[in-house]
Structures are given as structure tokens and as C-alpha cells.
């Protein structure tokens, strides 16, 4: 099963001409190039034994929910007039 993803990063400007010129002379994408590039410093981290987990979400007691931010209408509300 193949899944793709799609996602957003903020790339340095310089860096991304130098991505956009490195993909056409290769006549590749830029999303091809940048997977081919991480895949590479992924291959390469775990050959060396560097972890890359991260730390977990930190998960906090609330004693009452006071909005459901789920609701739209109930967080605009909220948002305008406190909960």
C-alpha cells in the first residue's frame, strides 16, 4: 500500500533556489529531491545509531472542559465573549 502525505515546511529562501536549480539540472521535482535528501540523512542517522525519537507530547489534567473546540460556533462564541 503506498500512502503519501502531504505537508508543509518553511524552507530558507537560499536554500530553496539552490533546491529549485538542483531539481531542474536532475529534471526532478522539488518534493523528490527533498524526499531523496531525507531518506539519505535518515538512512545515514540510523547507521550511526542516532536516535531521532522525539520527546512525547506533554498531557496535562483538566479538571472541566470549558469550550469544545470541536464546535465552531461554540469557539467563536467563546472567542468573542470569554467562556
Same mark, same amino acid.
Do not use: C, W, Y
Given at each position: 500500500?503506498?500512502?503519501?502525505?502531504?505537508?508543509?515546511?518553511?524552507?530558507?529562501? @537560499?536554500?530553496? #533556489? @539552490?533546491?529549485? %536549480?538542483? %531539481?531542474? /539540472?536532475?529534471?526532478?521535482?522539488?518534493?523528490?529531491?527533498? /524526499?531523496?535528501?531525507? #531518506?539519505?540523512?535518515?538512512?545515514?542517522? %540510523?547507521? *550511526?545509531? +542516532? #536516535?531521532?525519537?522525539?520527546? !512525547?507530547?506533554?498531557?496535562? #489534567?483538566?479538571?472541566?472542559?470549558? +469550550?469544545?473546540?470541536?464546535? *465552531?460556533?461554540?469557539?467563536? *462564541? %467563546?472567542?468573542?465573549?470569554? !467562556?
Amino acid at each position: 500500500m503506498l500512502l503519501h502525505m502531504r505537508t508543509t515546511l518553511l524552507i530558507n529562501d @537560499r536554500i530553496m #533556489r @539552490r533546491l529549485k %536549480a538542483l %531539481a531542474a /539540472e536532475r529534471k526532478q521535482t522539488v518534493s523528490a529531491l527533498v /524526499e531523496a535528501f531525507l #531518506r539519505k540523512g535518515l538512512s545515514e542517522a %540510523a547507521e *550511526r545509531g +542516532v #536516535r531521532l525519537d522525539l520527546p !512525547p507530547i506533554p498531557t496535562f #489534567r483538566v479538571r472541566e472542559v470549558l +469550550v469544545n473546540v470541536a464546535d *465552531r460556533d461554540e469557539l467563536e *462564541r %467563546a472567542m468573542r465573549d470569554g !467562556p
